[in-house]
């Protein structure tokens, strides 16, 4: 058996691990345009070969494979999804798990996502208004008081989402002023160079609550949960700094439990239950719409909110990264099977089964990510490959050395029988990595630790007791809103 992969970020190099586990033992290729130097190792071991490429590009991926003669293709990260990579693979008769590029559309275009949501009546709606032009969403970021998430409205390698509390009357003008820098800025910056949505800006009413990612398998007729992960976007300790693409992960059990014989957890089995019910009528209600099957994985980065309990976030049409670390290292059905019912639509035959361990991923970057990354790349970097320590953006160059790329050069896996404990083995694993030229790394020693822990499980048992009043009283998702130029208006 022959597999190509696509992609090389610490997502992809699991993925690859998980396929060098397989009792089918599949000759592994990858296509990227970084060489990962922890794929290219096991691309080797196992036969197969690394093409050096772009895993945008549709006709690329298709000639990789073509040339491979491989079984399927199973593809990484989200913009060979959009770029309709598995459409070409598909109309070309090579089996693929990706979403193809009109049933991405859920993660490609927040708008859309939302819109889909609101057509299909689907729990966790989210008010939101939709711009083509920074001249549009102007007069709603100044006249609009409330609390807002302003957001590109395309899925921009999750950067530019900022959200802005007004609680303070006395500041009104200043966060105006600082609300209207930020949706310029989304629409000459981050959406620059994006062509491919109708909408640009996206402003969101805000919600609070703790966030969690909830991966689905689904071949299109079923839908299959992995364990709950919770990501850190923020760059450092106590969720300061930037946004990044994830600076580490947890989970235990399905539902985020703090120990494997521990019942503490930050979600409940109820509320996993009604996750995977939104993200299933999400898919069907994708299908509905563009009449294409979905093959492959989706999430749901969600957040358990006050106001309707689980609540769709964002969407993702494929693992999360480092989010597929957690569930992969725990996955005990083979890989290969999986990616087999999902091409011949058989999910529902096989069981996929999870190990019942304590996961804690944590990446090392270099300075300057995420806002400066031409300053992270390019640094020659020396890492020790004990188990658990995953490549991640980084490139093995022909003379041998590594060179960072510029995001997280390597990403730290613990797994144990308790959060904490699995925390403190990747804490362990971040020392492993170094610059030899001395530039520095940072990691955030925080993720997973008791503290964050029980500050998480509060958070969520304060947004369980106003989600489960409202249910009580009949009010869910329900409430009164000012929207500029119409006045008071029921939504939900
Ligand atoms: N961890 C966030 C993402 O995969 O986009």
């Known amino acids: 058996m022959k597999v190509l992969l696509v992609g090389s970020g610490g997502r992809e190099h699991a993925i690859a691990k998980a396929f060098y586990n ?6 592994l290729f990858c296509v990227s345009e970084l060489v990962n130097p922890g794929i290219n190792r096991i691309v080797k071991e196992t036969g197969g070969e690394y093409y050096v490429g772009n895993p945008n590009n549709p006709e690329t991926v298709f000639q990789t494979a073509a040339r491979a003669g491989v079984d399927f293709v199973f593809i990484g990260p989200e913009e060979p999804n959009f770029r309709g990579v598995p459409d070409k693979l598909e109309e070309e008769g090579i ?35 939709k711009f083509k032009t920074f001249e549009e969403a102007v007069p709603y970021v100044e006249e609009y008081a409330e609390s807002v998430a302003l957001k590109p409205a395309r899925q921009v390698g999750g950067k530019g989402v900022k959200v802005i509390e007004d609680f303070q009357v006395y500041l ?15 629409y000459r910056d981050y959406m620059k160079g994006y062509d491919d949505v109708d909408f640009k800006i996206l402003i969101e009413e805000r919600v609070w609550g703790p966030e969690y990612t909830l991966q689905c398998f689904t071949d299109g007729r079923t839908v299959i949960p992995m364990p709950a992960v919770q990501d850190n976007k923020h ?58 099957k979905y093959h492959g994985v989706v999430a749901g980065q969600m957040m358990l909110t006050s106001i309707w309990g689980p609540t769709i976030i964002e969407m993702y049409s494929r693992l999360g990264d480092p989010e597929a670390l957690n569930v992969l290292a725990v996955l005990k059905t083979d ?17 996929v089964e999870f190990e019942e361990k304590a996961t804690v991923v944590k990446a090392v970057s270099p300075e300057g990510y995420p806002l400066n990354r031409d300053l992270a790349k390019g640094h020659p970097a020396i890492v020790d490959e004990e188990e658990g320590v995953f490549w991640a953006s980084a490139h093995l160059r022909e003379d041998g050395v590594v060179e960072t790329g510029g995001s997280r050069l390597i990403e730290c896996l613990g797994v144990a029988e308790s959060i904490p404990e699995a925390s403190l083995i990747a804490e362990r694993l971040t020392s492993k990595a170094r610059l030899a030229d001395g530039w520095g790394l940072f990691h955030r020693s925080d993720i997973g630790s008791e503290k964050s822990l029980e500050r998480r499980i509060m958070l969520a048992n304060m947004a369980r007791e106003i989600y489960k009043y409202r249910e009580r009283k009949g009010i869910l998702g329900k409430r009164i ?11 939900g």
Request: hydrophobic share 35%; aromatic share 6%.
């Open 22 to 27: 397989s009792g089918y033992e599949p000759k």
């Open 95 to 129: 089996p693929c798990i990706g979403a193809n590029r009109e049933v991405a559309e859920i993660e490609m275009s927040k708008a859309s996502m939302r819109d889909l949501q609101w057509k299909y009546m689907i729990p966790g709606r989210l008010w939101y208004k």
């Open 235 to 292: 760059a450092f300790d106590g969720d300061l700094g930037p946004e990044t693409g994830g600076m580490g992960s947890i989970a235990c059990g399905m539902n985020l439990k703090w120990s494997v014989n521990d019942d503490r957890a930050i979600l409940t089995e109820e509320e996993i239950e009604k996750s995977t019910e939104i993200v299933r009528m999400m898919v069907e209600a994708i299908q509905k719409e563009t009449g294409r």
């Open 172 to 186: 009104k003008e200043e966060k105006k002023r600082v609300k209207k820098k930020h949706v310029e800025s989304i």
């Open 335 to 351: 890989l290969v099977e999986i990616c087999e019912a999902i091409i011949s639509e058989k999910l529902n035959t096989i069981r």
């Open 481 to 491: 809103i000012w929207i500029p130029g119409k006045g008071l208006e029921e939504v």
